[in-house]
């Protein structure tokens, strides 16, 4: 299982921090410290931009030490709570050791066979480890980059309808349907069959039931948009038509490369060859651990040394598992990796105010015009003084 909620704990939620607690809150003081430290205290940058006071007070402050010792408990990835189960049967074997060579006085490995084999394949699972964690990172960075740059296709397709003079009504339905597909694309990704609530604010009931008698409503916002621009450079009146639906198509086309970049992301997942190589793997030498390097002497000590390696190593490979995947899980099983709220709303803001843009580029335009003119009139001055002092010269010839 896997929690969402970063600022509360999702076992008890803010239910301790109100009045009804009354004297319970006390109580339960560890838990108020566990929520404290690894809640409250933590920045989830995924779905957060980092501003300058997040690196200096959060990422690189000194804190992080602290932080860094508690990875494994809370947000944002939950490793220890994931890994729970492996690490149950890391200790069972090691607890199964123990009480063998007690209670028989017999000795497992005596010519420390498994020692040496234990040995020569570290290699091989820190290989593994490096090669699904490097993968992992960079699939999520595709998807990051692909789905921000859906948002950032539609804003500048938004953007650009102004400039180009497009016709005030062709752009609202641009600003309409570009929005939708966005929402469209995350609705896809995550296995939704409704759009969020803010998209479907733009529409009225005949529109959402177009939207979702069509058999997919992210092809029906892309054809909608291209037929708008179509209509747009149509009915444009000005030159540089061509020129107008080369720019708007490009922008459309950018945000078709991003949606498939995520959609490719998101129903092909890694062989699974490798992932069961690596995990299975890794299991099998933490599960003949025990056997490789118990000593009669250990005692609890090897056994706490032993289950601290096991629940470093299954963090590994459950991380490395989480960044195959990184679009957010189903609801209920969610773990956020990519910041889509903040680039939603980010498209939201942006083509919502697109049309706002085309009065400020008019002032602006204005502006410019005006000192133009202006230095166009100082030039002008300058020109007629030069002549005046070369004829002064010519007259004296050239004796000033």
Not at 71 to 79: A, I, T, V, W
Not at 112 to 115: A, E, F, L, P, R
Not at 133 to 153: E, Q
Not at 235 to 241: D, E, N, P, W
């Given at each position: 299982?896997?929690?969402?909620?970063?600022?509360?704990?999702?076992?008890?939620?803010?239910?301790?921090?109100?009045?009804?607690?009354?004297?319970?809150?006390?109580?339960?003081?560890?838990?108020?410290?566990?929520?404290?430290?690894?809640?409250?205290?933590?920045?989830?940058?995924?779905?957060k931009?980092?501003?300058?006071?997040?690196w200096?007070?959060?990422?690189?402050?000194?804190?992080?030490y602290?932080?860094?010792?508690?990875?494994?408990?809370?947000?944002?990835?939950?490793?220890?709570w994931?890994?729970?189960?492996?690490?149950?049967?890391?200790?069972?074997?090691?607890?199964?050791?123990?009480?063998f060579?007690?209670?028989?006085?017999?000795?497992?490995d005596p010519g420390?066979?498994?020692?040496r084999a234990?040995?020569?394949?570290?290699?091989?699972?820190?290989?593994?480890?490096?090669?699904r964690?490097?993968?992992?990172?960079?699939?999520?960075?595709?998807?990051?980059?692909?789905?921000?740059?859906?948002?950032?296709?539609?804003a500048?397709?938004?953007?650009?309808?102004?400039?180009?003079g497009?016709?005030?009504a062709?752009?609202?339905?641009?600003?309409?349907?570009?929005?939708?597909?966005?929402?469209?694309?995350?609705?896809?990704l995550n296995?939704?069959?409704?759009?969020?609530?803010?998209?479907?604010?733009?529409?009225?009931?005949e529109?959402?039931r177009?939207?979702?008698?069509?058999?997919?409503?992210r092809?029906?916002?892309?054809?909608?948009?291209?037929?708008?621009?179509?209509?747009?450079?149509e009915?444009?009146?000005?030159?540089?038509?061509?020129?107008?639906f080369?720019?708007?198509?490009?922008?459309?086309?950018?945000?078709?490369?991003?949606?498939?970049?995520?959609?490719?992301?998101?129903?092909?997942?890694?062989?699974?060859?490798?992932?069961?190589?690596?995990?299975?793997f890794l299991?099998?030498w933490?599960?003949?651990?025990?056997l490789?390097?118990?000593?009669?002497?250990?005692?609890?000590?090897?056994?706490?040394?032993m289950?601290?390696?096991?629940?470093?190593?299954?963090?590994?490979d459950?991380?490395?598992?989480?960044?195959?995947?990184?679009?957010?899980w189903?609801?209920?099983?969610?773990w956020?990796?990519?910041?889509?709220?903040?680039?939603?709303q980010?498209?939201?803001?942006?083509?919502?105010?697109?049309?706002?843009?085309?009065?400020?580029?008019?002032?602006?335009?204005?502006?410019?015009?005006?000192?133009?003119?202006?230095?166009?009139?100082?030039?002008?001055?300058?020109?007629?003084a030069?002549?005046?002092?070369?004829?002064?010269?010519?007259?004296?010839?050239?004796?000033?």
């Open positions: 299982m896997r929690w969402t909620r970063v600022d509360r704990s999702p076992l008890w939620g803010d239910r301790l921090d109100s009045s009804k607690a009354g004297p319970l809150r006390y109580l339960l003081a560890p838990l108020l410290l566990y929520e404290l430290v690894c809640y409250t205290w933590r920045q989830d940058v995924t779905e931009k980092a501003r300058p006071w997040i200096r007070e959060k990422l690189q402050a000194r804190w992080r602290v932080q860094a010792l508690l990875c494994y408990l809370g947000p944002p990835s939950h490793l220890f994931n890994i729970l189960p492996m690490s149950a049967w890391v200790l069972a074997v090691t607890l199964g050791v123990i009480f060579e007690k209670y028989t006085g017999r000795v497992l420390n066979v498994s020692y234990y040995r020569s394949v570290q290699f091989v699972v820190s290989l593994l480890l490096s090669m964690i490097n993968r992992g990172v960079t699939r999520w960075w595709d998807a990051r980059n692909g789905f921000r740059g859906a948002g950032s296709a539609v500048a397709l938004c953007y650009q309808c102004p400039v180009w497009v016709d005030p062709i752009h609202a339905c641009i600003r309409k349907w570009g929005i939708a597909w966005h929402f469209a694309l995350w609705a896809e296995g939704d069959k409704r759009l969020d609530p803010r998209a479907e604010a733009l529409f009225d009931e529109g959402l177009d939207y979702y008698s069509y058999s997919k409503g092809h029906l916002c892309a054809n909608m948009l291209r037929r708008l621009i179509q209509e747009a450079v009915v444009h009146t000005g030159g540089m038509r061509q020129e107008m080369t720019e708007l198509q490009s922008s459309l086309q950018r945000g078709f490369d991003s949606m498939s970049q995520c959609n490719r992301i998101s129903q092909q997942a890694l062989p699974e060859a490798l992932t069961m190589l690596s995990s299975g299991s099998i933490l599960l003949v651990m025990p490789g390097l118990w000593e009669s002497s250990a005692g609890p000590v090897g056994a706490f040394v289950m601290l390696v096991a629940v470093l190593m299954l963090a590994c459950e991380l490395a598992t989480q960044l195959e995947n990184p679009r957010a189903p609801e209920g099983l969610r956020k990796l990519l910041p889509v709220e903040v680039t939603l980010r498209t939201l803001k942006a083509a919502g105010s697109s049309h706002l843009n085309l009065g400020m580029v008019n002032a602006v335009r204005e502006r410019e015009r005006a000192k133009m003119a202006a230095e166009a009139e100082e030039l002008k001055g300058l020109g007629s030069q002549n005046g002092l070369s004829a002064h010269i010519a007259a004296g010839k050239g004796e000033v």
